[in-house]
């Protein structure tokens, strides 16, 4: 402690200070300084926070101008910006001084100008900053637009090179005639190339898929639909709808469609768990599932059933009811079975041949039907048959027209 007192006295002492009595200044000093070391205490820090100067923000002068300054037109932290070289300095720089000083460094050849010349310069900086905001909104309005013309590409299911193909020069010509050429070079500005519409796409679908899966999390319960069938090109396909709850209110979406190898109850399970899991969702929050009675769905040991259930105890499994129709549908009694086989002979007959189906939707259009076709049946889908049937008797009309000394099926239309 002494000798930190020591060396506080030879940094305080006032000049002038005598080097040959420096020992009994000392001496005199820390008698001075009387008192033990419990009677010294250092500056408390609260008191030199409370000395300590406060930042001063400086505000701009219109009278800045004269000297070749705006300002960035920020209240929280108003800096000068220089109307020559748009330079923006500190805060600090708001005085006379310094901006001259600028003025002065960088731009001797501006010296005594006059007010005019800063002026000018404003009107300058000012048009500048609309046309870059101009060209921003432009810009922006592009985008959306692009966005807007990939999704009705992507709802109708068209190549993604129509959009720059036909949609964007068929709005060119029509803004052309109807605003003039003036609008049409603003029309050119929207992305429409092959590779734009496709990134569009790919982005409104994830962020669907985002949406849809955050709909699901934050749901208290959620039921899986799923189903596996091939496609018509004898790839076997999985898809899965799920029901949720959002905004109080229950909704159905398609959650997911997926290739798979094998139509088993391992392969199909692993599907669904690695999606599930991958995107945050937990299982506990599923209550129902519901399938077709396959034995890969439901069976009583190992189907992807009894696994989900492993995962979710409390589910519940339901049997959907498209295939309970269709399967009910197989065993009709002989008078309706007589007319279904009937009807599906007809079709066949029609659909069957290339020559038959163009002849019959030619007459079809000059009778001014309203379908130009009939339709197919299969045995679960969507329950076709009764489909077929219900087109069958709407144009059962045309179909007497057409197979009238053709074949013997027309006694029973």
């Known amino acids: 402690m002494e000798k930190w007192l020591k060396r506080v006295a030879k940094t305080t002492l006032p000049p002038p200070f005598d080097c040959e009595n420096s020992s009994e200044n000392t001496d005199d000093l820390l008698s001075?300084?009387?008192g033990t070391e419990s009677d010294f205490q250092m500056p408390s820090t609260s008191r030199v926070d409370s000395t300590k100067r406060r930042k001063?923000?400086?505000?701009?002068?219109?009278?800045?101008?004269?000297?070749?300054?705006?300002?960035?037109?920020?209240?929280?932290?108003?800096?000068?910006?220089?109307?020559?070289?748009?330079e923006i300095l500190a805060n600090e720089s708001m005085r006379p001084s310094k901006l001259t000083r600028h003025i002065e460094t960088k731009h001797s050849h501006s010296i005594n100008k006059p007010v005019d010349f800063s002026q000018k310069k404003l009107l300058e900086i000012q048009s500048s900053k609309n046309i870059v905001s101009h060209f921003i909104n432009i810009n922006e309005n592009a985008v959306y637009a692009s966005y807007l013309i990939s999704l009705r590409i992507a709802r109708v299911g068209k190549p993604h090179t129509i959009g720059e193909d036909l949609v964007l020069p068929s709005i060119k010509d029509a803004v052309g005639a109807m605003f003039g050429e003036k609008e049409v070079k603003e029309i050119e500005r929207i992305p429409l190339s092959n590779n734009t519409v496709a990134r569009r796409i790919d982005e409104m679908a994830e962020w669907t898929e985002d949406e849809l899966i955050q709909r699901i999390i934050n749901s208290k319960y959620y039921a899986?639909?799923?189903d596996e069938s091939t496609d018509v090109q004898g790839l076997s396909q999985l898809i899965v709808f799920v029901r949720y709850i959002w905004q109080e209110d229950v909704h159905e979406d398609i959650l997911f469609c997926k290739p798979i190898i094998r139509g088993t109850a391992e392969v199909i399970f692993n599907v669904i768990d690695s999606y599930i899991k991958g995107k945050g969702i937990q299982w506990k929050s599923c209550v129902g599932i519901c399938t077709d009675g396959a034995r890969a769905m439901c069976g009583?040991?190992?189907s992807m059933v009894t696994r989900i259930l492993e995962q979710s105890p409390y589910a519940s499994w339901t049997h959907c009811s498209l295939h309970i129709e269709a399967l009910v549908?197989?065993?009709?009694?002989?008078?309706?079975?007589?007319?279904?086989?009937?009807a599906v002979k007809i079709v066949n007959y029609i659909k069957t041949r290339p020559l038959q189906a163009r002849l019959f939707q030619k007459l079809c259009e000059e009778m001014g039907s309203l379908h130009t076709s009939l339709l197919f049946h299969t045995e679960v889908r969507w329950l076709s048959r009764g489909k077929v049937l219900t087109r069958l008797v709407e144009l059962r009309h045309e179909v007497l027209i057409y197979l009238e000394g053709k074949t013997e099926y027309t006694e029973h239309i």
């Open 329 to 342: 549908s197989k065993a009709l009694s002989d008078d309706f079975k007589t007319v279904l086989n009937t």
């Open 56 to 86: 001063v923000v400086r505000k701009y002068d219109p009278e800045y101008l004269k000297l070749g300054f705006t300002w960035n037109h920020d209240t929280t932290d108003p800096r000068p910006q220089c109307v020559i070289c748009y």
């Open 224 to 226: 899986l639909q799923l």
């Open 300 to 302: 009583k040991n190992s």
């Open 32 to 34: 001075d300084i009387s």
